[in-house]
């Protein structure tokens, strides 16, 4: 079983990139679970027919200790195994302690044990990678970590930031970060600022994924590019991706 972690800036598009891979990775024949660890629990929704997954959290707080994996877990596009661990009461509580609930109860009911995925894809919020959104780093859940960037400055300076904090666990056997995915927003000299984070931070940049209205009219019908137009250009620059996120993964598991 293969575990990778996406992250990124908040609007970078790691949700986007994330689902399409996932979407991807089903349609060569892969059993893909997808974990999305942001409190706007929006990354499985292309996924899963355009409709909202129960969150984890929500379904605790409503049946507090009789919750069971199909109350968390829905079948999506090419079967694949939708989780959204949600975020607390709005002004109440942590978003990061909310991930650290969601996967502690996913281990408690066996969920990896019973549905045997071969790969777990986490989409994570890289906005401050603390807490619980360093979970799947620190944690042991995931081998490998990808970041989804582009040209922009805030987004540069996340995508450093989730470097920084993956190089901080390095020595105790958790995930390495295997490369930089370039979500192109048209910025002037993208590709250039993109290489320079790279080549500061000897991290590869392993894709560069061009802007295309294919995304947004995709999403308009509640699907990944790769559901709705699997003969198109950006589909097949999301299935390079994936086949390329599996080549860069296979030795770490």
């Keep these: 079983m293969r575990k990778i972690a996406i992250y990124g800036k908040g609007g970078i598009g790691k949700s986007t990139t994330t689902a399409n891979v996932a979407a991807a990775f089903a349609r060569m024949g892969h059993r893909v679970m997808q974990i999305g660890c942001d409190p706007k629990a929006d990354s499985t929704v292309t996924v899963s027919g355009g409709r909202p997954v129960p969150t984890v959290l929500d379904t605790l707080r409503r049946q507090v200790d009789d919750v069971s994996l199909g109350d968390i877990v829905v079948e999506g ?34 969920a990896y044990e019973r549905y045997r995925p ?3 894809l986490y989409d994570v919020l890289g906005d401050v990678v603390c807490g619980g959104f360093a979970m799947p780093i620190r944690g042991g859940y995931a081998k490998e970590v990808f970041i989804v960037t582009s040209g922009e400055k805030m987004s540069l300076y996340a995508a450093a930031n989730i470097v920084l904090a993956v190089d901080n666990f390095k020595n ?27 080549r500061e931070a000897k991290v590869p940049v392993i894709k560069i994924i061009p802007r295309d209205g294919d995304v947004q009219r995709a999403e308009a019908l509640g699907k990944t590019v790769v559901e709705a137009f699997p003969d198109s250009r950006q589909a097949g620059e999301y299935q390079a991706l994936a086949e390329k996120i599996w080549e860069v993964s296979a030795f770490a598991f």
């Excluded at 490369?179 to 002037?188: F, T």
């Design 77 to 110: 596009y090419g079967g694949i195994l939708c989780v959204e661990a949600g975020g607390p009461t709005p002004g109440v509580g942590c978003a990061g302690r909310g991930i650290i609930t969601a996967f502690e109860k996913l281990e408690e009911l066996g």
């Design 118 to 120: 071969d790969i777990v």
């Design 172 to 198: 105790r056997g958790y995930a390495r970060c295997a490369g930089l995915i370039l979500n192109a927003r048209d910025v002037e000299n993208e590709a250039a600022l993109v290489g320079e984070l790279a």
